[in-house]
Nanobody, 123 residues
Framework: QVQLVESGGGLVQAGGSLRLSCAAS????????VGWFRQAPGKEREFVVA????????DYADSVKGRFTISRDSAKNTVYLQMNSLKPEDTAVYYC????????????????WGQGTQVTVSS
């Protein structure tokens, strides 16, 4: 069983930065994929980024490309989402997810999900 715990959310002004963390525990295959998704009030869940756990492939949503960066600390089994140049439309609950297979896009169904962390960007 895999458990994911996100942290690092908060309130930030537009143009600011936040770094989200996703600590993973349990058995994780090197071929697993980790993704970040977000959901704003009244909206559908939205894909943000997906990457292979071992590295080598990363896909970003167009809306965050150039502003968000995913990275991993294998020693800590932790994945990070560095978010720069934040905009009010980035306001959402951000979820970390893990799946044995790589998938990117809004239609992905990941097997394991964290509880989410709130990100609020004020204008």
């Amino acid at each position: 069983q895999v458990q994911l715990v996100e942290s690092g959310g908060g309130l930030v002004q537009a143009g600011g930065s936040l770094r989200l963390s996703c600590a993973a525990s349990g058995w994780i295959f090197s071929t697993s994929a980790v993704g970040w998704f977000r959901q704003a009030p009244g909206k559908e869940r939205e894909f943000v980024v997906a990457a292979t756990w071992a590295g080598g492939r990363t896909d970003y949503a167009d809306s965050v490309k150039g502003r968000f960066t995913i990275s991993r600390d294998s020693a800590k089994n932790t994945v990070y989402l560095q978010m720069n140049s934040l905009k009010p439309e980035d306001t959402a609950v951000y979820y970390c997810a893990l799946d044995p297979r790589f998938c990117s896009g809004d239609g992905c169904t990941y097997r394991y999900w964290g509880q989410g962390t709130q990100v609020t960007v004020s204008s």
